[in-house]
């Protein structure tokens, strides 16, 4: 509290503290209500030996209870309230414990995604050697056809200009 830290053993003391005192405080409350009833329960029955015993007991019955079964209804010093569990402070190794929970979930969600991107990368390398084969093809089929084109022009000019010209000679 303001600025100042305490271990858990200081914390558990200090709430032991609290919690003996409560104890103490029950045990003096719980011995002045049973005097209390006991002066109430010595009075009564000195009036009810004035009366007559039989509307007495009638009386008593229906009247309040006996000193007694109310000393069974108040709290006991075993049954001292609990702290609430709020009160608890992380310790050292509750951090710990948290920081470990945490750097799990995150190298998993790292290696997720170094698993993704490599898959991405791999899949791009496939495409670039497919785009690539392809490529090849391509060109190694316009070629050809250049070849052809080249060829069958060359026919044309040897069939037009040559032997239009060796007709020429002959004739």
């Not at 200081?10 to 709430?15: E, H, I, L, N, Y």
């Not at 015993?53 to 079964?69: D, G, L, Q, R, V």
């Not at 414990?97 to 990368?121: N, Y």
Request: hydrophobic letters at 35%.
């Amino acid at each position: 509290v303001g600025g100042t830290t305490h271990s858990s053993s200081a914390f558990v003391s200090v709430v032991d503290g609290q919690h003996e005192s409560s104890k103490i405080e029950l045990s003096a409350r719980k011995k002045a209500i049973q005097d209390r009833l006991k002066e109430l329960d010595v009075k009564s029955k000195s009036s009810d030996n004035t009366n007559n015993s039989s509307t007495s007991e009638a009386a008593s019955s229906s009247a309040a209870p006996t000193a007694t079964t109310l000393l069974s209804k108040l709290p006991t010093a075993a049954k001292a309230p609990q702290l609430p569990s709020s009160l608890k402070t992380d310790t050292h190794w509750d951090f710990t414990l948290k920081e470990m929970a945490w750097l799990s979930a995150d190298f998993q969600s790292e290696r997720k995604r170094q698993k993704s991107q490599a898959k991405k990368l791999s899949n791009a390398i496939l495409q670039y050697h497919a785009t690539l084969a392809s490529k090849k093809k391509r060109e190694c089929a316009s070629f050809e056809a250049r070849v052809r084109r080249l060829g069958g022009k060359m026919g044309r000019m040897v069939q037009n200009h040559y032997w239009k010209k060796m007709e020429r000679v002959v004739e």
